[in-house]
C-alpha cells in the first residue's frame, strides 16, 4: 500500500468505533487515560486525510519486508492508535504496555485467550495481542513485557510519560536491548525542550549510533490521533530504513529535519 491507501484503511478502522471511551470509564482512569478534559471531547471526531503518526508507521512498516510484524506500543491510553494498528497488521503479535488496564470500551474488540497478573493475551483475526500493565518508570514492570516479547521487536512507538525522563527510563530499561536488526523506533510530541524530550531523543540516537552506525535519526512533523483538531506534533524516528529515500520518494510533503551528529 501507498501512504494514501494506508490512510484510507486506517479512517475505516476508526469509523468501526462509535466511541474509544465512555465518560464514566474516562472519569474511573485515575489519569484519565492520559487525556486531558479539555481534548476529551475531541477524541471521537472524524479526522481527515492528513497523515498521522500510526499512518506514517503503518507506512514504513511495509519496508522492513517482515512477514510476521512484532509492534510494542508504550503508552497506549484508550487504545484508538493501537487498535488501528491492530486492524492494519496480519499475522503478528502486537503488544501494549500502560500504566492502565486495558480501556474496557476497546476490549470487547479483541478475544480474550488468558489472563496471568499483569499480562492480559487477546485475539484478533490473525493477530495476538498481549496487553501489559506497567510504569515506564519502574524496572520489575519492563519483566513481564520481556517475558512475553521473547526476542527482539520490529516496531516500537513511544507515546507514555512525556518528558525526558520518561524516554530515558523505557530506552535503558528496555528498548535499548529489544530492537531488530532492521527496526522502526517512533517517539510523539517531542516540540516542548523545556520537558527535555528533544534533548533525551537525541541521547538516544548518539546511543544507539555507536552500536548501528548505518542507522537514521529524525524529527518529523504529522497529525496525532486527534487528526486535524489540533496542531501537527514534532515527532522523531530512529531506523535502519533509508528514511532519506522513502520519504523523499513517496511522502514529500512531510517536514523532515535529519540527525548528524557531532564529530
Keep these: 500500500m501507498n501512504l494514501q491507501e494506508v490512510i484510507k484503511f486506517n479512517r475505516g478502522s476508526l469509523g468501526r ?3 474509544f471511551i465512555t465518560p464514566e470509564e474516562y472519569n474511573k482512569s485515575p489519569d484519565n487515560y492520559g487525556l486531558p478534559p479539555s481534548v476529551f471531547p475531541l477524541l471521537n471526531l472524524p479526522i481527515d486525510d ?3 503518526y500510526i499512518d506514517l508507521i503503518l507506512f514504513l512498516q511495509s519496508f522492513l519486508r517482515s512477514p510476521s510484524l512484532k509492534y510494542l506500543e508504550i503508552g497506549v491510553s484508550v487504545c484508538k492508535t493501537f487498535f488501528q494498528a491492530v486492524n492494519f497488521l496480519t499475522n503478528s503479535k502486537l503488544y501494549a504496555f500502560d500504566i ?3 480501556n474496557p470500551t476497546i476490549a ?3 478475544s480474550l485467550i488468558d489472563v496471568d497478573d499483569s499480562i492480559s493475551q487477546y485475539g484478533c483475526e490473525s493477530n ?5 500493565t506497567g510504569d515506564v518508570f519502574k524496572e520489575s514492570s519492563w519483566s513481564p513485557l520481556k517475558k512475553v516479547t521473547e526476542g527482539p ?4 512507538f513511544s507515546d507514555a510519560h512525556h518528558t525526558g525522563e520518561g524516554l530515558l527510563a523505557e530506552y535503558n530499561y528496555y528498548i535499548k536491548d529489544a530492537l531488530a536488526p532492521n527496526f522502526i523506533l517512533y517517539y510523539d510530541d517531542l516540540h516542548n525542550p523545556a520537558n527535555g524530550m528533544p534533548d533525551a531523543f537525541k541521547q538516544i540516537f548518539a546511543n544507539l549510533k555507536t552500536i548501528r552506525p548505518n542507522i537514521t535519526g529524525a524529527f518529523l512533523e504529522a497529525n496525532g490521533w486527534l487528526g486535524h483538531h489540533e496542531f501537527r506534533h514534532l515527532n522523531g524516528i530512529i531506523t535502519s530504513l533509508d ?3 522513502v520519504l523523499s520518494r513517496d511522502c514529500p510533503s512531510i517536514p523532515v529535519d535529519y540527525l548528524e551528529l557531532q564529530q
Design 17 to 19: 468505533v462509535d466511541s
Design 50 to 52: 492528513s497523515p498521522t
Design 100 to 102: 492502565n488496564p486495558i
Design 108 to 110: 470487547p474488540h479483541f
Design 128 to 132: 495476538l495481542i498481549f496487553y501489559v
Design 153 to 156: 521487536l520490529d516496531v516500537i
Design 243 to 245: 528514511l532519506r529515500e
